[in-house]
């Protein structure tokens, strides 16, 4: 007879890793980011990334465990890490340590829904910095739409943003046009400083490990003047 279906998973990993927060930071590698460069609040919030760490990698490690009844992948994974909170390649500057929760949901194979929680200190003398984030992630077909939202606090500035995200597979796994609208406030005290940006791009894919990616940023300031950024990456 067939072995019987694993139905639980345990993944351990430990040293300078990627900090279990976010879909856009956590479950896309560099490699399956759709734009040249991740939404902003991603790059602002999510703990490892909003220090400018390599990657968003830091130093610690995490426990993970995916509930996998009939062999549906993923239908619930949870997640507990324990991290320095100063990024990659950096000693501890405070005897804290940050926690990060994550706990995500696939009830069915077209939709994946979760939320991340980080409780950390910064700096010394240690700061505070604390994270929460929701997420969502629709797939049908060709076509896959995700959003977040996270909401930030770095001692007494409160931050938080946003962003929608659509893809669409044009022809077979090589050629895909994207599209993203978000907004970022570092300052929520701070009047007319959140920032508004849509951004729009193609993938082009001639080999499996060649891809050709070109966006457009467009992106109004706080003066509400409109800038435009064209990138192209390889």
Not at 6 to 19: A, D, I, M, S
Not at 78 to 95: A, I, L, P, W
Not at 132 to 154: C, M, N, T, W
């Amino acid at each position: 007879p067939p072995p019987a279906p694993e139905l639980l998973h345990l993944k351990f990993r430990l040293g300078q890793t990627r900090r279990p927060f976010s879909y856009e930071s956590y479950a896309l590698g560099d490699r399956e980011i759709e734009l040249v460069n991740r939404s902003k609040v991603v790059e602002g919030l999510v703990p490892g990334r909003d220090v400018k760490a390599l990657a968003g990698r830091d130093v610690g490690g995490f426990l993970e465990a995916e509930l996998a009844p009939g062999m549906r992948e993923k239908f619930l994974v949870g997640t507990v890490g324990v991290f320095n909170g100063e990024g990659s390649g950096v000693n501890d500057k405070n005897k804290q340590k940050d926690l990060d929760l994550r706990l995500t949901a696939r009830p069915r194979s077209w939709i994946s829904f979760g939320g991340s929680y980080t409780n950390g200190r910064l700096g010394q003398p240690a700061q505070v910095r604390d994270r929460k984030g929701v997420e969502i992630a629709l797939k049908y077909g060709p076509f896959h739409v995700r959003s977040e939202y996270i909401y930030g606090r770095d001692h007494m500035t409160l931050k938080d943003g946003w962003y929608a995200h659509g893809n669409c597979m044009l022809y077979k796994d090589k050629l895909m046009v994207s599209g993203r609208y978000e907004e970022f406030d570092p300052n929520k005290e701070s009047h007319g400083d959140r920032q508004k940006q849509t951004t729009v791009g193609v993938n082009y894919r001639p080999l499996k490990e060649l891809r050709f990616t070109a966006a457009l940023e467009m992106q109004r300031d706080r003066l509400k003047e409109d800038r435009g950024l064209f990138l192209v990456s390889l």
